[in-house]
């Protein structure tokens, strides 16, 4: 197993698991390796030492790189606070505006949605007095066909 430290076009870090050098060169040219935080695929391999754990860490001891673990921990908050929002909505894909508009106007039961809607339609919600946010979710993260 490789693990390799890798980045995106918009400085996410992250690590990626490839069962050797080949398979990482593959995956990369097939587009298929892509940044778990916005989905860019315009990934860069970060020069990497090996991994020796060969003593514990002292008590209290801080991380070499603070702000790495930092950014790392805020990344990993991120993904998990999505997973979440995902888990507890309801996806009516590009059915977003008529259905959020049904909810608002109480033609059909409350609930928590998502889906997509242009920035026009998401203009137009707002000015009708019906709350909307724009969320970036992480393809990794989005079941079935992605468009």
């Known amino acids: 197993m490789k ?3 890798l980045r995106c076009a918009g ?3 992250f690590e990626g698991w ?3 050098e080949d398979d ?8 298929l390796v892509e940044c778990p935080v916005c989905s860019d695929r315009c990934i860069t391999r970060l020069p990497s030492a090996p991994r020796l754990n060969v003593s514990r860490p002292r008590v209290g001891a801080e991380p070499k790189d603070a702000a790495g673990s930092t950014l790392s921990a805020l990344q990993s908050q991120y993904l998990k606070a999505v997973r979440q ?11 977003f505006p008529e259905e959020a508009r ?42 079935g066909p992605v468009q």
């Open 3 to 5: 693990v390799l430290s």
């Open 11 to 13: 400085e996410h870090g």
């Open 18 to 20: 490839f069962a050797s």
């Open 24 to 31: 990482y060169r593959s995956q990369q040219e097939r587009g």
């Open 85 to 95: 929002l995902m888990d507890r909505t309801e996806d009516v894909g590009e059915r």
């Open 102 to 143: 049904r909810i608002h106007y109480g033609e059909t039961p409350e609930r928590q949605i998502r889906g997509q809607a242009s920035r026009a339609e998401a203009d137009a919600l707002r000015d009708e007095g019906i709350e909307v946010m724009a969320l970036p979710v992480p393809r990794g993260l989005v079941k």
